[in-house]
């Protein structure tokens, strides 16, 4: 089924309100016969929303999430492409795998699901991954990364950049020295002081992302930072991108929002590795992102099944879903400055991932992969209307700016008038 649309009077980017026409999947410049009219009066239009750090859970985990809700989530979130991370169970380390969640992805049809790729076997840092047969098969891989674990040895990081450059791959690293962070609970600092909590300190971030920036320019190969989390981190990049290496970097909605006094609360929600760091860094991640020294917002929606997430801290699995929240949040940071959302969260994601179908000008010729969203709507957060299957939101209770009225991929509704359209 394809359809026609008339989306009226939508503020492309916050310019005035003007007609988008929509046919056989791309936009078109005048309006087609027989096409359903779609009321944007007020709505903000952006090029849909490209995440390049989910995890959809499956295989394994479909307790927790599965392709197909978690791309439900990011359709209702104003997403159109999601990178799969590889964590699942079994991990995502051979082309089988990997084709798995892309088929997936297909069959569920609410947003491009492109799979990340492990970089070692098992994600256990000892043997690379079967590489070039996951970038060979039909999901494509371009992006590899153990994210949860950090690629600690530095001859195994060194061989995955170099392996990686033959098809301008990326390793995508989860910077996290494990010798400094054995036992930690949350940020290292004054809070974890005070609640006698074992540290998790900045230095083990700033230290990988140090040493893989200089074995990126080494090898000449393309290294993306997974979840910068700190101020230390961002003047290490700002160095390296200030000498020329090939590295891009993300931020989190939760690391540009929320702060490590909220471990006080010893509620698990707040949970997350890298874990929520100072008012400081919160400062500086902010400032990296206007900046550009961070590239891009990526969500790290990491749902946990309840019996994983609602216990003693200690024992809680680290990450909170972000999916639907994380424009709002984004929104409530930088404010109304729509090309800057639309750069740091669809236009220079989809280029890192090599999405060439994505985070393009809404003009016609182009793929209608767009989302709606209404900047004057405030939300309460409430756990259980998320459209995730888990309701690990570290937001619940809080007021957040905009709603996601409408996402199209390719020219179809996956949610309108704020409700997933299958
Ligand atoms: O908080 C996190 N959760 N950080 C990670 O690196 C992994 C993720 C997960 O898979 O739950
Ligand atoms: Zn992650």
Same mark, same amino acid.
Request: aromatic share 4%.
């Given at each position: 089924?394809?359809?026609?649309?008339?989306?009226?009077?939508?503020?492309?980017?916050?310019?005035?309100?003007?007609?988008?026409?929509?046919?056989?999947?791309?936009? /078109? $410049?005048?309006?087609?016969?027989?096409?359903?009219?779609?009321?944007?009066?007020?709505?903000?239009?952006?090029?849909?929303?490209?995440?390049?750090?989910?995890?959809?859970?499956? @295989?394994?985990?479909?307790?927790?999430?599965?392709?197909?809700?978690?791309?439900?989530?990011?359709?209702?979130?104003?997403?159109?492409?999601?990178?799969?991370?590889?964590?699942?169970?079994?991990?995502?380390?051979?082309?089988?795998?990997?084709?798995?969640?892309?088929?997936?992805?297909?069959?569920?049809?609410?947003? $491009?699901?492109?799979?990340?790729?492990?970089?070692?076997?098992?994600?256990?840092?000892?043997?690379?991954?079967?590489?070039?047969?996951?970038?060979? +098969?039909?999901?494509?891989?371009?992006?590899?990364?153990?994210?949860?674990?950090?690629?600690?040895?530095?001859?195994?990081?060194?061989?995955?950049?170099?392996?990686?450059?033959?098809?301008?791959?990326?390793?995508?690293?989860?910077?996290?020295? @494990?010798?400094?962070?054995?036992?930690?609970?949350?940020?290292?600092?004054?809070?974890?002081?005070?609640?006698?909590?074992?540290?998790? @300190?900045?230095?083990?971030?700033?230290?990988?992302?140090?040493?893989?920036?200089?074995?990126?320019?080494?090898?000449?190969?393309?290294?993306?930072?997974?979840?910068? +989390?700190?101020?230390?981190?961002?003047?290490?990049?700002?160095?390296?991108?200030?000498?020329?290496?090939?590295?891009?970097?993300?931020?989190?909605?939760?690391?540009?929002?929320?702060? $490590?006094?909220?471990?006080? +609360?010893? $509620?698990?929600?707040?949970?997350?590795?890298?874990?929520?760091?100072?008012?400081?860094?919160?400062?500086?991640?902010?400032?990296?992102?206007?900046?550009? /020294?961070?590239?891009?917002?990526?969500?790290?929606?990491?749902?946990?099944?309840?019996?994983?997430?609602?216990?003693?801290?200690?024992?809680?699995?680290?990450?909170?879903?972000?999916?639907?929240?994380?424009?709002?949040?984004?929104?409530?940071?930088?404010?109304?400055?729509?090309?800057?959302?639309?750069?740091?969260?669809?236009?220079?994601?989809?280029?890192?991932?090599?999405?060439? +179908?994505?985070?393009?000008?809404?003009?016609?010729?182009?793929?209608?992969?767009?989302?709606?969203?209404? @900047?004057?709507?405030?939300?309460?957060?409430?756990?259980?209307?998320?459209?995730?299957?888990?309701?690990?939101?570290?937001?619940?209770?809080?007021?957040?700016?905009?709603?996601?009225?409408?996402?199209?991929?390719?020219?179809?509704?996956?949610?309108?008038?704020?409700?997933?359209?299958?």
């Amino acid at each position: 089924m394809t359809s026609s649309y008339v989306i009226r009077g939508a503020s492309i980017l916050g310019a005035s309100p003007a007609d988008l026409f929509v046919s056989d999947g791309v936009l /078109v $410049d005048s309006a087609p016969s027989n096409a359903e009219v779609v009321e944007a009066d007020g709505l903000v239009a952006l090029p849909g929303l490209v995440d390049l750090h989910t995890h959809l859970r499956e @295989p394994g985990r479909e307790d927790a999430e599965t392709v197909e809700t978690g791309s439900r989530a990011a359709a209702m979130g104003g997403y159109t492409a999601v990178c799969a991370m590889a964590n699942t169970s079994p991990v995502a380390d051979t082309a089988g795998v990997v084709e798995q969640v892309w088929r997936l992805g297909r069959e569920a049809g609410l947003v $491009d699901v492109q799979p990340i790729g492990a970089v070692t076997v098992g994600l256990a840092g000892k043997q690379l991954a079967e590489l070039g047969a996951m970038a060979a +098969s039909a999901a494509s891989v371009r992006i590899f990364s153990d994210d949860g674990s950090c690629v600690a040895d530095p001859r195994l990081m060194r061989r995955a950049l170099e392996y990686v450059k033959a098809f301008d791959g990326i390793i995508a690293q989860h910077a996290e020295e @494990p010798r400094l962070t054995e036992g930690a609970q949350m940020h290292e600092g004054e809070v974890s002081t005070r609640l006698g909590l074992t540290g998790w @300190p900045a230095v083990a971030e700033e230290a990988i992302i140090a040493r893989d920036v200089l074995l990126a320019e080494h090898v000449g190969s393309r290294l993306h930072v997974c979840h910068v +989390s700190t101020a230390g981190s961002v003047e290490v990049l700002r160095q390296a991108k200030a000498r020329g290496v090939r590295v891009t970097a993300e931020v989190t909605p939760h690391h540009l929002l929320l702060t $490590d006094e909220l471990a006080a +609360s010893y $509620d698990p929600v707040f949970k997350v590795n890298p874990p929520l760091r100072t008012a400081k860094d919160v400062e500086a991640l902010r400032a990296a992102l206007i900046e550009g /020294v961070i590239d891009i917002v990526a969500t790290d929606h990491a749902p946990h099944a309840v019996e994983d997430k609602e216990c003693e801290w200690a024992y809680a699995r680290p990450g909170m879903v972000g999916l639907e929240t994380a424009l709002p949040v984004v929104l409530s940071v930088l404010g109304e400055q729509w090309d800057l959302i639309a750069d740091r969260m669809s236009r220079t994601p989809a280029r890192i991932a090599g999405l060439s +179908s994505h985070g393009l000008s809404l003009r016609p010729g182009e793929p209608a992969n767009l989302t709606l969203v209404d @900047p004057a709507a405030r939300r309460v957060v409430d756990p259980s209307g998320l459209t995730s299957k888990s309701r690990n939101t570290p937001y619940a209770g809080t007021t957040l700016p905009g709603r996601i009225v409408a996402t199209f991929l390719r020219g179809e509704p996956t949610v309108l008038d704020g409700k997933a359209q299958k």
